[in-house]
């Protein structure tokens, strides 16, 4: 990894995030266009993630509380998007220290983090620091100072999930960050028929479910709702919902258009409270 890229202090970090740097235009072309938190703060989908990082504001102010997490009943819920996306709304604060953990050990998001930073091919990261001890979290963040954002990434040594997240030096490093971040987003796998979210439970403060419209079947959202603690849910994102409409609320749509384009767009993220009732299929 580029040691450019990682930090040695708390004050290089503060230092950094003040610095006031922009993406330039070339980097923000590279991007993947569903990170509309990056790419377009100004849109109105970026504006459906800034009442999420409300939400996770209000949780800070409320109980203290500063981790959160992002799962999902099944596979390819939008997890990864809505994690990046709201940990890209928070950072829009540019005093706020903000990290995102990538704890899918199964599927990371490489893939979405590789389009904003070709380091993350190869970066090392959480398996990496539970392997080995002599690795610290320093060593394995990813800064991204034209965001504003740190990201932890999954890592390159093969170790099995369950044997990461319950081990003490995942706990370490989860209550490192909390010293050192304001925020910190945790994207995870999904509940439905794996362990892994039931060991992540205890390290966050709380949870943010995502539901994908046409996606998501509605037993396998009960199944998940079962398998999480209640009291740590603290919302339904309805992902890729076409209920709420840009046009609706005088916005023009990002990617869209008149008529073109709305079926490529990212769906706008809809936001319910807990215990709203699961829609249907
Ligand atoms: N709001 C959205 N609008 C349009 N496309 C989306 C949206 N959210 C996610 N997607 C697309 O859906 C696919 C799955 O998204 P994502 O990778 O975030 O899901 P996931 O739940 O993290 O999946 P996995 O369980 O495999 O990690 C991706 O191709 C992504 O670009
Ligand atoms: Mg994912």
Not at 57 to 78: N, Q, W
Not at 118 to 129: C, H, I, K, Y
Not at 138 to 155: E, H, K, R, S, Y
Not at 224 to 238: C, I, N, Q, S, T
Request: aromatic share 8%; with cysteine; proline share 4%.
């Amino acid at each position: 990894m580029d040691s450019a890229s990682t930090i040695s202090q708390d004050s290089s970090i503060t230092a950094r995030y003040r610095s006031g740097a922009r993406p330039s235009a070339r980097e923000l072309r590279r991007i993947d266009r569903h990170l509309v938190s990056l790419v377009a703060p100004d849109s109105f989908e970026a504006e459906q993630y800034r009442r999420l990082r409300h939400v996770i504001e209000e949780l800070r102010t409320g109980t203290g509380g500063s981790v959160a997490a992002v799962s999902s009943p099944i596979a390819g819920d939008g997890k990864s998007v809505t994690s990046i996306n709201l940990a890209g709304a928070l950072a829009q604060d540019r005093f706020a220290k903000v990290c995102m953990i990538d704890c899918d050990l199964r599927r990371h998001s490489t893939s979405l983090c590789q389009s904003f930073d070709s380091r993350f091919s190869d970066a090392q990261g959480l398996t990496d620091v539970v392997i080995n001890r002599a690795i610290s979290l320093d060593n394995v963040l990813v800064q991204l100072p034209a965001f504003n954002l740190a990201i932890i990434p999954t890592g390159q040594h093969q170790i099995g999930p369950y044997e990461v997240l319950r081990s003490r030096r995942f706990s370490e490093i989860v209550q490192e960050a909390r010293r050192r971040f304001d925020y910190i987003i945790v994207d995870t796998p999904p509940i439905v028929a794996l362990s892994d979210c039931k060991l992540i439970e205890k390290w966050v403060d709380g949870f943010v479910l995502v539901v994908a419209a046409h996606h998501t079947p509605r037993r396998f959202l009960k199944e998940a709702l079962a398998a999480l603690d209640r009291r740590k849910l603290l919302g339904v994102v309805f992902n890729c919902s076409d209920q709420v409409s840009a046009r609706y609320y005088g916005y023009e749509h990002y990617y869209g258009g008149k008529g073109r384009g709305r079926r490529s767009a990212p769906g706008v993220t809809g936001w319910r409270a807990p215990n709203a009732a699961p829609s249907d299929r």
